[in-house]
Nanobody, 125 residues
């Protein structure tokens, strides 16, 4: 069975940093594109960042570009989201997702085959 488990969320203050982790099991990790999405209360789930397995390309939402960094440790089957200079607007449940289709669009939720349960990030002002 395939599992994605997020961790690292919590309560932080504006301008702080934290790192989210997504541990994957049951899949060939280096053959999947990995993405991060988030969903705030009352809002739709939105794209945050993605790492393409086929080309190694990295994608970021405009709202986080320059502040967040996505990375992968293949040996640990783990993908990370480094969050710097966080803002109250970053408050959301953050979800990790895995994409097995080489020709998919990484910013679209429909491109992903597996999802984690999410981890809560709360940023206070």
């Amino acid at each position: 069975q395939v599992q994605l488990v997020e961790s690292g969320g919590g309560l932080v203050q504006a301008e702080d940093s934290l790192r989210l982790s997504c541990a994957a099991s049951g899949l060939t990790f280096n053959r999947y594109g990995m993405g991060w999405f988030r969903q705030a209360p009352g809002k739709e789930r939105e794209f945050v960042a993605a790492l393409s397995w086929s080309r190694g390309s990295i994608y970021y939402a405009d709202s986080v570009n320059g502040r967040f960094t996505i990375s992968r440790n293949t040996a640990k089957n783990t993908v990370y989201l480094q969050m710097n200079s966080v803002k109250p607007e970053d408050t959301a449940v953050y979800y990790c997702a895995a994409d097995s289709a080489p020709g998919s669009v990484p910013v679209r939720m429909t491109s992903y085959d597996y999802w984690g349960q999410g981890t809560q990030v709360t940023v206070s002002s």
